[in-house]
């Protein structure tokens, strides 16, 4: 039955170009923000995953950040101590010379000093940012975060690499070397053995804490990649199929307005009936 009072094809029309529109609408925000997702009324239960995803992102970010000054610190003090390594080496070979008789004590003594004076150097200047891991005030070592455990209840917990300090300040006494003569050389000897023991120690103890911040470093870098990987195929849009969709809606939103034309027409094509 037509009517001139009650459309029907106009609304059924109508709501059918309104639901294209609306379609449309999402589409063009799609293709705009580049996110399939952009807000919580998209997606509630994506929509909060994702941020939650977002925020440890960030937290990750600021991990690097601190992995990156830990290895710095771990770095220099690395150096340190095989600079003092190699020096505390030099300084046995003048040991080994001054045992013998027909030698100058003197200058072997003057020499000594000047390579016992540069490892002092060395310990105190081995630091970077203020942490120093070859002097007695670094004693505490350094804790660097190095992780953001998320458990099953959502709590979150930091975690962290401790780097102990070698304290070469304290360890390496240097002042029981002596190489006046050739019996306190012979006696020097034996100490500047276990000083150089000590050093390799701190050094191969050194390496490996830098060895892990590095490792970690290389871990929490992936972990990143792989989140904001995850991250992006919950809440991004597929711009080739949002293209796609995007001209079919056109299409479809031009043939709903050819539609409700035709809708439209009809009381007038009743009213011919009278004429």
């Known amino acids: 039955m037509s009517s001139i009072l009650t459309n029907s094809s106009a609304m059924v029309a109508l709501q ?19 996110k399939s997702i952009a807000g919580a009324k998209d997606n509630a239960a994506i ?30 003090a690395v150096d340190g101590a095989e600079q003092i390594t190699d020096l505390l080496q030099q300084v046995k070979e003048k ?19 000047q390579l016992t004076s540069q490892v002092t150097s060395i ?9 120093n891991l070859l002097n007695t005030e670094g004693t505490a070592g350094i804790n660097v975060l190095s992780s953001l455990d998320r458990a ?16 070469f300040e304290a360890n390496l006494d ?37 060895a892990r911040l590095n490792n970690q470093s290389t871990f929490v870098g992936k972990i990143t990649d792989a989140m904001t990987s995850g991250i992006g195929s919950l809440v991004d849009a597929d711009m080739e199929e949002a293209s796609a969709r995007l001209q079919a809606l056109q299409t479809q939103q031009q043939l709903g307005i050819q539609a409700l034309s035709i809708a439209n027409q009809q009381p007038q094509n009743i009213l011919s009936l009278f004429r």
């Open 16 to 34: 059918t170009l309104k639901g294209i529109n609306s379609n449309l609408a999402g589409t063009q925000s799609e293709i705009s923000t580049g």
């Open 47 to 76: 929509w909060a995953i994702s941020k939650v995803m977002e925020s440890d992102v960030g937290g990750f970010n600021a991990i690097s950040d601190s992995l990156a000054l830990g290895e710095s610190t771990v770095a220099v």
């Open 95 to 113: 040991i080994v010379s001054a045992t013998g008789t027909n030698v100058d004590h003197t200058k072997l003594t003057a020499e000594v000093t």
């Open 123 to 131: 310990i105190s200047g081995s630091q970077f940012n203020g942490s």
């Open 152 to 167: 099953a209840d959502n709590s979150v917990s930091a975690k962290f690499i401790a780097v102990a300090s070698v304290d």
């Open 174 to 210: 240097l002042s029981n070397i002596d190489v006046s003569d050739a019996t306190a050389a012979n006696t020097s000897l034996a100490a500047i053995e276990t000083h150089i023991q000590t050093a390799v120690d701190g050094a191969a103890a050194l390496g490996a804490s830098a």
